[in-house]
């Protein structure tokens, strides 16, 4: 059974910084695409950014595109997301999600194509 955790998120004022990690359990990380979705509240979820699984191709929101940016170390099973120059619209729940994919080059924006989904981390961005 895959489990995805997330960690890293906080308090931080606009215009700083802050790290997510999503770590997977259960499965084999290098098999699997990844990606960050994020809801915040009273609105839908939202894709940020994904990843395929060899790294190679990345895919990013046209409103965190220049400010985020997503990365995957294999050896350690873990993604990341290097958030910079925050803004308040940032604040929301962030997620990460994966799937089980064929292809190195495969990625996803779309959450119905991710199964394993993580519970969450905050990330609360003030003016």
């Known amino acids: 059974q895959v489990q995805l955790a997330e960690s890293g998120g906080g308090l931080v004022q606009a215009g700083g910084s802050l790290r997510l990690s999503c770590t997977l359990s259960?499965?084999?990380?290098?098999?699997?695409?990844m990606a960050w979705f994020r809801q915040a509240t009273g609105n839908a979820r939202e894709f940020v950014s994904t990843?395929?699984?060899?790294?190679?191709?990345?895919h990013y929101a046209d409103s965190v595109k220049g400010r985020f940016t997503i990365s995957r170390d294999n050896g350690k099973n873990t993604m990341y997301l290097q958030m910079n120059n925050l803004k308040p619209e940032d604040t929301a729940v962030y997620f990460c999600?994966?799937?089980?994919?064929?292809?190195?080059?495969?990625?996803?924006?779309?959450?119905?194509?991710?199964?394993?989904w993580g519970q969450g981390t905050q990330v609360t961005v003030s003016p």
């Open positions: 999600a994966a799937n089980r994919v064929r292809y190195n080059g495969t990625y996803f924006s779309t959450d119905y194509n991710y199964p394993y």
């Open positions: 259960g499965g084999v990380f290098s098999a699997h695409v």
């Open positions: 990843i395929s699984r060899n790294g190679v191709n990345t």
